[in-house]
């Protein structure tokens, strides 16, 4: 079973390659690019694009950050929580059986 998710997943990493070195090759003018303050040299339309979606990712990730570390400490909350629950419980467990004896 592992093989086959391997095998998937080397299959779709090879048809999203393809499919960058084609979008790559067809989109090869060269474009310079104006921000207002600073004008970038000109550079084809697939390192400006490749460029974009990079730094989008990589902001979405810096955005998810802070939840991601809200979420973290909300589950290690949860199971100091739970292994205290769990001794209570034990504990509790273990007097029932003295009272009975």
């Known amino acids: 079973m592992r093989w086959i998710k391997g095998l998937i997943l080397a299959v779709i990493l090879l048809v999203v390659l393809l499919v960058g070195i084609l ?3 067809n989109n090869q003018q060269t474009i ?3 921000l207002i303050w600073i004008e970038l040299p000109p550079v084809s339309l697939s ?3 490749l460029a974009s979606l990079a730094s989008g990712v990589i902001v979405g ?3 998810m950050l802070g939840v991601y570390a809200r979420l973290k400490a909300r589950l ?3 199971q100091r929580h739970s292994k205290q629950q769990q001794k209570e419980l034990d504990r509790l467990r273990t007097q029932e059986l ?3 004896t």
């Open 47 to 49: 390192v400006w694009l």
């Open 23 to 25: 979008f790559a090759v």
């Open 61 to 63: 990730m810096l955005a």
């Open 32 to 34: 310079g690019l104006n």
């Open 98 to 100: 003295k009272e009975l």
């Open 76 to 78: 290690a909350r949860a």
